[in-house]
């Protein structure tokens, strides 16, 4: 049995997704959800699904207390739902090759620190880029560098809003995101 801990920052529909494609696996459990932002709509999809779900400050994240809390959990992988805060070194050596996270576009183009949510699209809207998409990673010391796992691509047809590619690229999150994770936990991909 392999234990996910999901880290969320926003509504949660990725980590619900997530735990409603493991629910009932005999090979993969989603132990724990821990959020950031106290007033996150992942807080209240935690409770419905019944996932203990743990807020935690700035301060506790950066002295080592959140990353103790979760190897204490007997964590396998930590799968980032949405999760806006860059990843400790010391996460990163806890889990080497052991973190993943789905970006709102593909990589390396239009990522990196401050390229989350609708900035991402807008720049993607803004330039002339005629695809979007998501891309699958694993997580190192820096924002959206870490090996690429699996891209998934949608043509942009000008003039193309953020709105839209947003929408878009929700739909690729959505279908493909809960696949990629069991792949790399369960056969090893990379």
């Known amino acids: 049995m392999k234990n996910l801990v ?16 493991f629910k009932g696996s ?8 821990y959020c950031n932002n106290p007033s996150a709509g992942i807080i ?8 203990p779900c743990r807020v935690f400050d700035r301060e506790s994240y950066k002295n080592g207390t959140v990353l103790k809390e979760v190897q204490s959990l007997r964590t396998d992988w930590i799968i980032l739902a949405g999760f806006l805060w860059l ?8 889990f080497p090759q052991r973190i993943v996270n789905i970006h709102p576009a593909l990589l ?22 005629q695809f979007s998409g998501v891309t699958i990673h ?7 560098k870490g090996k690429m796992l699996a891209q998934f691509a949608v043509a942009l047809i000008n003039p ?17 995101f809960p696949s990629v994770i069991e792949s790399v936990l369960l056969n090893s991909i990379f």
């Open 6 to 21: 999901l880290f969320a920052s926003g509504s949660g529909s990725n980590a619900e997704k997530i735990i409603e494609y």
């Open 26 to 33: 005999d090979q993969v459990r989603i132990t724990h959800i």
């Open 44 to 51: 209240q999809r935690a409770e419905r699904l019944g996932v």
């Open 87 to 94: 990843i400790p070194v010391e996460f990163v050596r806890a």
């Open 108 to 129: 390396p183009k239009f990522g990196g620190k401050g390229m989350y949510g609708h900035y991402v699209h807008e720049a993607v809207s803004k330039s002339s880029a």
């Open 138 to 144: 694993l997580v190192n010391e820096e924002f959206d």
């Open 160 to 176: 193309t809003s953020a709105l839209e590619i947003e929408g878009q690229v929700r739909a690729l999150e959505i279908a493909h």
